[in-house]
């Protein structure tokens, strides 16, 4: 069985530019959240979704937006660009909203601005 | 954002010894989490506690979730050069009816040497 699949793997943009992350969550699951890793740090959380619908949201600025689409597939936005948003974007699912289940994380996006 | 205290940094062991890690907050939690990641990967779950008190093993690793809801410790018997990695512990706030995303610890870097 396919985990959770993101893409793309890796990506360069330039400040100011717009960016999209795609989500492919385990077939079954209903719930995806998103995550910032910054190099040598800890995943940060930034957004949940579940049933479509925004469940949560981490301690971002508004440049960041994400959507849930009705196969439970999600995707990242990230509008004007700066160079502190390189870092890897994790993507993972889980089976249930409230997330007593653990998540299953995806390979990541890394993200370069410069 | 927010992030546990997790220690040590980083461990260099020698193939075969036991090793400690864990992970504390000034929040109590309702659920704590220990994950693996490898360069290029994402975070694998290794173990997920539920419940205060709860001892939960998982080959030769084994993690408590402690009775104070602020802290939980994992430990490595008999390690192997495959364990070489970045352990993540993370935690869900006992707030957010169940929408927050987890609170990721900064990790510990394991490094065996032969």
């Known amino acids: 069985d396919a985990g959770v699949t993101q893409s793309p793997t890796h990506l360069i943009k330039t400040r100011g530019q717009q960016v999209t992350l795609r989500c492919s969550p385990i077939s079954g699951h209903k719930s995806v959240s998103w995550y910032q890793q910054v190099l040598g740090q800890g995943p940060q959380f930034i957004f949940q979704y579940y049933e479509k619908e925004e469940r949560g949201r981490g301690n971002f600025p508004d440049r960041f937006s994400a959507r849930q689409f009705p196969n439970y597939s999600s995707e990242l936005n990230v509008n004007a660009l700066l160079l502190g948003d390189s870092a890897l974007y994790l993507c993972?699912?889980?089976?249930?909203?409230?997330?007593?289940?653990?998540?299953?994380f995806g390979s990541g996006t890394r993200l370069t601005v410069v | 954002g927010q992030q546990l205290n997790q220690s040590p940094q980083s461990m260099f062991i020698q193939e075969g010894e036991d090793v400690s890690m864990n992970c504390t907050s000034s929040?109590?939690?309702?659920?704590w989490l220990w994950y693996k990641q490898e360069p290029g990967e994402g975070p694998v779950l290794l173990i997920a506690l539920y419940k205060a008190g709860e001892l939960t093993s998982n080959g030769r690793l084994t993690a408590q979730f402690g009775i104070t809801r602020k802290d939980s410790f994992l430990n490595i018997s008999a390690s192997i050069p495959s364990d070489v990695g970045i352990y993540f512990c993370a935690g869900r706030p006992t707030s957010g009816g169940g929408a927050d995303g987890l609170t990721f610890g900064k990790g510990t870097h394991l490094i065996i040497q032969p």
């Open positions: 993972a699912s889980s089976l249930v909203g409230n997330q007593n289940y653990g998540y299953t």
């Open positions: 929040s109590i939690f309702n659920t």
